[in-house]
């Protein structure tokens, strides 16, 4: 065991320790979901392994402190340290992506499209209403300034994918609150193909003019063009925001490179830091100059106190990210996708997009007479922990679904590769071909109930396991 391994094993048992003095159970929780974690195969395309340093980060007295405002510019006193931390965690992000700027106060990726939003419709609607007014600032508005105001600023419209597209709810779904404050319009994927066309989109931009085209995803297995985004946005007049919350890792990594790289294409790029990023869970906006003032503006206007302890630990976790090791994992993720998707179309299986060229995959498994829900109960009954989604134009819904998303990031960290990940995908097609629907209580057939076959999931375990073994998470942690 290395200094370093001893160190960090003895931080934890301690702290443990202290946990235990108050609440114990929660000191067992927190043992227990080491423990299984460490035993089963995470394939959440969204989650990953933080490493030890990003995780101590967070637990400290940082948390206890208020720094609403930006740096240098709190409304509370005694910020001098959140200040130090909070601007490192900005430039390494300036460093690492290439931004003019950096905002790394927002608590998640939702937290950070809000933002966005917010920051775009002050820039683009706020700026030059109160100047068309003559009014210097909004402490100038009467009452009849506001209503013609608020008339204007909730009178946007914004071009999104669809959900059932893989685009993210904040992109303009109907239920979620960006598909409510703004007039909102979706693009879909070609229905053959699956993949986007650039084209179709273009023309729809046309038509229905948005002030922001959102590009981003979070469960199409496929590149994005951001330069020819770009050129959509400006032919129409719109703020192009990216969300690359799921791909963030992959451009940091300098996987994504060019026209697949949208920090040099949008005017504002939003990502979450914990996902193939693999830094502590939270957001962070990427914006061009001309945006920068009124991002800053994101606390206390959309967000509450930024959270000091987790800023510290994206400054870590950035630092991380800059090493040259980070290039080598990021590249990692993405072939081990491709086995990954190899491994499924060998064994017949159904994929959206017949493949992929990121960190994820979309199993439909209608094929398997299975709802994605089965299929994700089954595969965790076989300790394999994966999420349901939609496929496009899912006849099961956004609950039921008909697909399963599945994500390398958090296996590669583990150290997996090409052999393993072809055993993945062995094992959970296996999973699939010896489940059945059940039937509900009334006697028809259940999309949530299902039979798995004698056996099947005691011996993808066991299977699991000798991999698991092979590859340890967190291999110099031992808990006393
Ligand atoms: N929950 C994230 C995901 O799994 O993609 C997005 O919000």
């Given at each position: 065991?290395?200094?370093?391994?001893?160190?960090?094993?003895?931080?934890?048992?301690?702290?443990?320790?202290?946990?235990?003095?108050?609440?114990?159970?929660?000191?067992?929780?927190?043992?227990?979901?080491?423990?299984?974690?460490?035993?089963?195969?995470?394939?959440?395309?969204?989650?990953?392994?933080?490493?030890?340093?990003?995780?101590?980060?967070?637990?400290?007295?940082?948390?206890?402190?208020?720094?609403?405002?930006?740096?240098?510019?709190?409304?509370?006193?005694?910020?001098?340290?959140?200040?130090t931390v909070e601007s490192l965690a900005a430039e390494h992000a300036r460093e690492l992506f290439g931004a003019e700027y950096a905002y790394a106060q927002p608590h998640s990726g939702i937290d950070a499209n809000l933002v966005a939003f917010w920051s775009i419709l002050a820039h683009r609607i706020e700026g030059?209403?109160?100047?068309?007014?003559?009014?210097?600032?909004?402490?100038?508005?009467?009452?009849?300034?506001?209503?013609?105001?608020?008339?204007?600023?909730?009178?946007?419209?914004?071009?999104?994918?669809?959900?059932?597209?893989?685009?993210?709810?904040?992109?303009?779904?109907?239920?979620?609150?960006?598909?409510?404050?703004?007039?909102?319009?979706?693009?879909?994927?070609?229905?053959?193909?699956?993949?986007?066309?650039?084209?179709?989109?273009?023309?729809?931009?046309?038509?229905?003019?948005?002030?922001?085209?959102?590009?981003?995803?979070?469960?199409?297995?496929?590149?994005?063009?951001?330069?020819?985004?770009?050129?959509?946005?400006?032919?129409?007049?719109?703020?192009?925001?990216?969300?690359?919350?799921?791909?963030?890792?992959?451009?940091?990594?300098?996987?994504?490179?060019?026209?697949?790289?949208?920090?040099?294409?949008?005017?504002?790029?939003?990502?979450?830091?914990?996902?193939?990023?693999?830094?502590?869970?939270?957001?962070?906006?990427?914006?061009?100059?001309?945006?920068?003032?009124?991002?800053?503006?994101?606390?206390?206007?959309?967000?509450?106190?930024?959270?000091?302890?987790?800023?510290?630990?994206?400054?870590?976790?950035?630092?991380?990210?800059?090493?040259?090791?980070?290039?080598?994992?990021?590249?990692?993720?993405?072939?081990?996708?491709?086995?990954?998707?190899?491994?499924?179309?060998?064994?017949?299986?159904?994929?959206?997009?017949?493949?992929?060229?990121?960190?994820?995959?979309?199993?439909?498994?209608?094929?398997?007479?299975?709802?994605?829900?089965?299929?994700?109960?089954?595969?965790?009954?076989?300790?394999?922990?994966?999420?349901?989604?939609?496929?496009?134009?899912?006849?099961?819904?956004?609950?039921?679904?008909?697909?399963?998303?599945?994500?390398?990031?958090?296996?590669?960290?583990?150290?997996?590769?090409?052999?393993?990940?072809?055993?993945?995908?062995?094992?959970?097609?296996?999973?699939?071909?010896?489940?059945?629907?059940?039937?509900?209580?009334?006697?028809?057939?259940?999309?949530?109930?299902?039979?798995?076959?004698?056996?099947?999931?005691?011996?993808?375990?066991?299977?699991?396991?000798?991999?698991?073994?092979?590859?340890?998470?967190?291999p110099g942690l031992d808990l006393a």
């Open positions: 065991m290395s200094d370093l391994d001893a160190l960090t094993s003895s931080a934890y048992s301690q702290a443990l320790e202290v946990i235990a003095s108050v609440e114990p159970r929660v000191a067992e929780a927190t043992r227990q979901e080491l423990a299984d974690q460490r035993g089963s195969l995470k394939l959440i395309a969204s989650e990953n392994y933080a490493s030890p340093a990003v995780l101590l980060t967070m637990g400290t007295w940082f948390s206890d402190k208020y720094a609403e405002g930006t740096v240098g510019h709190r409304f509370y006193a005694g910020c001098q340290n959140v200040d030059p209403w109160l100047e068309k007014a003559g009014r210097k600032n909004v402490n100038e508005l009467t009452e009849e300034d506001w209503e013609a105001l608020r008339k204007e600023l909730g009178n946007q419209r914004l071009l999104g994918m669809s959900l059932d597209a893989g685009g993210h709810l904040t992109h303009g779904f109907r239920p979620n609150i960006s598909g409510k404050m703004f007039h909102q319009q979706q693009y879909g994927t070609d229905p053959e193909t699956g993949l986007l066309d650039y084209d179709l989109l273009a023309a729809k931009a046309r038509e229905f003019k948005p002030l922001i085209l959102v590009a981003g995803y979070s469960a199409y297995p496929r590149r994005v063009n951001f330069a020819t985004m770009r050129e959509i946005a400006d032919e129409v007049g719109a703020t192009l925001m990216v969300d690359m919350a799921h791909f963030a890792g992959l451009v940091a990594g300098k996987v994504f490179t060019g026209d697949e790289d949208p920090v040099p294409h949008a005017h504002v790029v939003t990502t979450t830091t914990h996902k193939s990023l693999r830094g502590p869970r939270g957001g962070m906006v990427l914006a061009t100059e001309e945006y920068a003032p009124s991002v800053d503006r994101g606390c206390p206007m959309v967000l509450g106190g930024p959270l000091s302890h987790v800023m510290a630990a994206k400054a870590v976790a950035l630092a991380e990210a800059r090493q040259p090791g980070f290039r080598t994992y990021a590249q990692q993720v993405a072939d081990n996708a491709k086995s990954l998707a190899e491994g499924f179309l060998t064994r017949g299986a159904d994929l959206v997009t017949g493949g992929t060229d990121n960190h994820l995959v979309l199993l439909d498994v209608s094929s398997y007479g299975l709802t994605g829900r089965q299929a994700e109960t089954a595969l965790l009954d076989a300790g394999i922990v994966t999420n349901r989604n939609s496929v496009p134009a899912d006849p099961n819904g956004a609950w039921y679904t008909s697909g399963i998303r599945l994500g390398t990031p958090a296996l590669t960290t583990r150290g997996f590769g090409h052999d393993e990940f072809d055993r993945v995908a062995e094992l959970i097609v296996h999973v699939l071909q010896n489940a059945q629907p059940g039937t509900t209580k009334a006697g028809g057939p259940s999309k949530a109930s299902y039979v798995l076959g004698d056996g099947v999931a005691a011996k993808v375990k066991d299977a699991s396991a000798e991999m698991l073994e092979r590859h340890p998470l967190y």
